[in-house]
């Protein structure tokens, strides 16, 4: 068990519609990471926050957004999704503050979407 | 950030020394090399890291040679529950940016 959380595990919808991936980091850890694992692409990174702040950005679409709130919790809104858009989503926590990068990830469990 | 090269996949056998070499020819002066394993269906988990020389936990050890541009990851006396997805990643310690870049990893499989 990482200490990283995600909720739901499965998740199936239809195209056109809007979920909401939930993810709670480890307790102290400033900084998530969201991650799309789909069969053609690999593990493919798609946005990063600090402390609630936006810090980087992968190759996340559009239609994708997300956001951290102050107790550190982070949501992945994914809308208008599409038949390729069916993948595993990952969070991932770290304690990193943007200086010497030396800590490990620590990835949670994964949501699952299907998308019919 | 190095762009790194792996097998897709090996076989072994329970018991056996497990090596899984990895080539990063271009890897920059900040990278520390980085490896993760990853059951299916569920995320990866840090494996080991190290810069240069060699590095040994109490999962496996890593081995890197002098001009850095390849790395192996030893897996002692492998068991079934080692079969996963190993990647070997870049990891710049000098970015102000946490991300990882996952490649296609190397599939092991160990048999009976």
């Known amino acids: 068990d990482s200490g990283v959380t995600q909720t739901p595990k499965h998740l199936i919808t239809a195209t056109g519609q809007r979920v909401t991936l939930r993810c709670s980091p480890r307790?102290?850890?400033?900084?998530v990471y969201w991650y799309q694992q789909s069969l053609d692409q690999g593990l493919q990174f798609l946005i990063q926050y600090y402390n609630g702040e936006e810090r980087a950005k992968g190759n996340i679409l559009e239609r994708f957004s997300a956001q951290q709130f102050p107790d550190l919790h982070s949501e992945l809104n994914l809308s208008s999704l599409e038949l390729g858009d069916s993948a595993l989503y990952f969070c991932?926590?770290?304690?990193?503050?943007?200086?010497?990068?030396?800590?490990?990830?620590?990835f949670g469990p994964g949501t699952r979407l299907t998308v019919l | 950030l190095a762009k790194t090269t792996q097998p897709i996949s090996m076989d072994s056998y329970e018991g056996q020394e497990v090596n899984i070499t990895c080539s990063h020819n271009n890897i920059a002066t900040n990278d520390y090399i980085t490896w993760y394993q990853q059951f299916p269906s569920q995320g990866p988990r840090f494996i080991i890291q190290?810069?240069?020389t060699k590095v040994t936990n109490e999962v496996a050890s890593l081995f890197i040679p002098a001009d850095r541009k390849s790395s192996t990851l030893s897996l002692p006396r492998v068991s079934l529950s080692d079969t996963a997805v190993y990647y070997c990643l870049g990891f710049d310690r000098g970015s102000t940016l946490g991300r990882l870049y996952f490649g296609r990893g190397t599939q092991l499989t160990v048999w009976p």
């Open positions: 190290g810069y240069k």
């Open positions: 307790s102290g850890d400033l900084s």
């Open positions: 991932a926590s770290s304690p990193y503050n943007g200086g010497e990068n030396t800590d490990t990830q620590y």
